[in-house]
Nanobody, 111 residues
Framework: VQLVESGGGLVQPGGSLRLSCAAS????????MNWYRQAPGKERELVAS????????TYADSVKDRFTISRDNAKNTVWLQMNSLKPEDTAVYYC?????WGQGSQVAVSS
């Protein structure tokens, strides 16, 4: 059972990145999936969630209207599209679902 993330990197303020999370070994289509992030010296925070069918999404106020969570149950994959990135979005981003955590993907926003 694992979640494997990809897509992090360094981007300038105002830029975009898309994180991917591929699931294996869990009943992905029944699982609420989440993206969390943890910045240096801060607690891990919930960024976005998506229901098992994809019909419902929720976002932290800090990323609302900039980030979009989506999923494809046929591909066992969830994505986080991040637009208009700010330096304060710099963090390690984690995929989570069914009690499982991904390994984390570093996102750095800097000029």
């Amino acid at each position: 059972v694992q979640l494997v993330e990809s897509g992090g990197g360094l981007v300038q303020p105002g830029g975009s990145l898309r994180l991917s999370c591929a699931a294996s070994g869990l009943v992905f289509r029944l699982s609420v999936m989440n993206w969390y992030r943890q910045a240096p010296g801060k607690e891990r925070e919930l960024v976005a969630s998506i229901s098992s069918t994809g019909s419902t999404t929720t976002y932290a106020d800090s990323v609302k209207d900039r980030f979009t969570i989506s999923r494809d149950n046929a591909k066992n994959t969830v994505w986080l599209q991040m637009n208009s990135l700010k330096p304060e979005d710099t963090a390690v981003y984690y995929c989570n679902g069914a009690g499982i955590w991904g390994q984390g993907s570093q996102v750095a926003v800097s000029s």
